[in-house]
């Protein structure tokens, strides 16, 4: 834990971000994916 307390806290900033966006873009896509299922149920993989 004492090893990574440091770099953790110097990239913390970095990864939040990243992770917002990461957040932002799946759940966008998550609802494009919903959206095309529910206008065209024949096309579920």
Known sequence: ???FAIPS???GNK???HARIFF???SLLSEYF???TEKK???KF
């Open 41 to 43: 149920p024949e096309g």
């Open 34 to 36: 919903l959206i095309i």
């Open 24 to 26: 932002f873009i799946f």
């Open 9 to 11: 806290e110097k990239m």
């Open 1 to 3: 834990m004492s090893a």
């Open 15 to 17: 990864m939040s971000k």
